[in-house]
């Protein structure tokens, strides 16, 4: 399953950057920037994570969906890695409360062997599920890739 919107011209190929033909870095800075947010219209915490994705410099456009199971499912996101709300950034599905510092690692490091990173759940202190108190649960971030293998991604 291929993300939407994604295809093999959304990174340059091996053979692109041998001969030059791959887009130039200002151009690829630029279009990573953008960042399509999906979420359920009930859920208050996605906006809190999409400001905080807008403080860190990307352009963030959210869009309220009532299907997010077809979205996750459509992006290739594995059940057993869902969250509230699922992003699209770079041709990378980005699921639940992610870290913006994962988020650009993966842009940098472009790895062509994951689908997308994601936090499981929706844990306490993670970006855009901070508590009054303080209080935070442990949590890692995983990458996933369309052959269904999940390893933890470390930014």
Partial sequence: MMLAGCNS??????????????RTPVANATKSRQMLVYRDPECGCCEAWADIARKAGYQVTVEN?????AVKARL??????ASCHTAVIGGYAIEGHVPMR???????????????????????????MEMPDGSADAFDVMAF?????????RA
């Fill in 9 to 22: 011209s959304s990174r340059p190929t091996a053979a692109e950057e041998k001969n030059g033909n791959a």
């Fill in 145 to 153: 890739g369309g052959d269904g293998k999940i390893s933890e991604f």
């Fill in 102 to 128: 994962h988020i650009a690692r993966l842009l940098q490091d472009n790895p062509r062997d994951i689908r997308g990173i994601a936090v499981p759940g929706m844990p306490r202190g993670s970006p855009g």
């Fill in 76 to 81: 290739g996101v594995p059940d057993q890695l």
């Fill in 65 to 69: 969906r009532a299907d997010m199971a």
